[in-house]
């Protein structure tokens, strides 16, 4: 059974900063590209970055370039989000996703985490 568990989310003041963790089991992690996703109420998911099975190629969606970084440890079956200077419109639900290829779309990924809550008070 394949299970992806983010955790690492809360509430955070404009400027700060979080990391989110999303711990794989039940696939072959480092065969795997990861993707994280967010989803505000009343919103569409949206990407916001993706790294390649061998970490050789990260990817960001534009509302979040210079601010988070994503990377992964294989050894540990992991890979993170750090968010940095958080904004109050980076406040979602925010998702893992495990695919096969690295990309921007969700129909890129096959398994997704539950997601994690990230409030960005003003």
């Known amino acids: 059974q394949v299970q992806l568990v983010e955790t690492g989310g809360g509430l955070v003041q404009a400027g700060g900063s979080l990391e989110l963790s999303c711990t794989v089991s039940?696939?072959?992690?480092?065969?795997?590209?990861m993707g994280w996703f967010r989803q505000a109420p009343g919103k569409e998911r949206e990407f916001v970055a993706a790294?390649?099975?061998?970490?050789?190629?990260?990817y960001y969606g534009d509302s979040v370039k210079g601010r988070f970084t994503i990377s992964r440890d294989n050894a540990k079956n992991t890979a993170y989000l750090q968010m940095n200077n958080l904004k109050p419109g980076d406040t979602a639900v925010y998702y893992c996703?495990?695919?096969?290829?690295?990309?921007?779309?969700?129909?890129?990924?096959?398994?997704w985490g539950q997601g994690t809550q990230v409030t960005v008070s003003s």
């Open positions: 996703a495990a695919g096969h290829w690295t990309g921007v779309s969700r129909d890129a990924y096959d398994y």
């Open positions: 790294i390649r099975y061998n970490a050789i190629s990260t």
């Open positions: 039940g696939l072959s992690f480092s065969n795997y590209a």
